[in-house]
């Protein structure tokens, strides 16, 4: 298993930044770490990746150019930072670990932008 707890959400007003950390309880260096967010209604969507080399990002449309995505392999951490953040963003956000097509994932830590 790799266990995988997410830090850092809260309460921001828009146009505002958290910064979400996610934690994992083994060695995820050769990884690909992802971040997911779900809003109650919705299905859970692709919000940004990060190869296991680190060196590699995706996103998805809706936040690139605000969200960066970065992995710590030594402190087996990957971090999403989020500026000017939209009422919108709010949402449960869900870190993800991939190994060859194998998914894990966290338990999620809220993000609540007010307007």
């Known amino acids: 298993q790799v266990p995988l707890v997410e830090s850092g959400g809260g309460l921001v007003q828009a146009g505002g930044s958290l910064r979400l950390s996610c934690s994992a309880g083994?060695?995820?260096?050769?990884?690909?770490m992802a971040w997911f967010r779900q809003a109650p209604g919705n299905n859970r969507e692709f919000v940004a990746r990060v190869s296991w080399t680190g060196t590699s990002t995706y996103y998805a449309d809706s936040v690139k150019g605000r969200f960066t995505i970065s992995r710590d392999s030594a402190k087996k951490t990957v971090y999403l930072q989020m500026v000017s953040l939209k009422p919108e963003d709010t949402a449960t956000y869900y870190c993800?670990?991939?190994?060859?097509?194998?998914?894990?994932w966290g338990k999620g830590t809220l993000v609540t932008v007010s307007s």
């Open positions: 993800n670990a991939n190994l060859y097509g194998v998914d894990y």
């Open positions: 083994r060695d995820v260096s050769g990884y690909s």
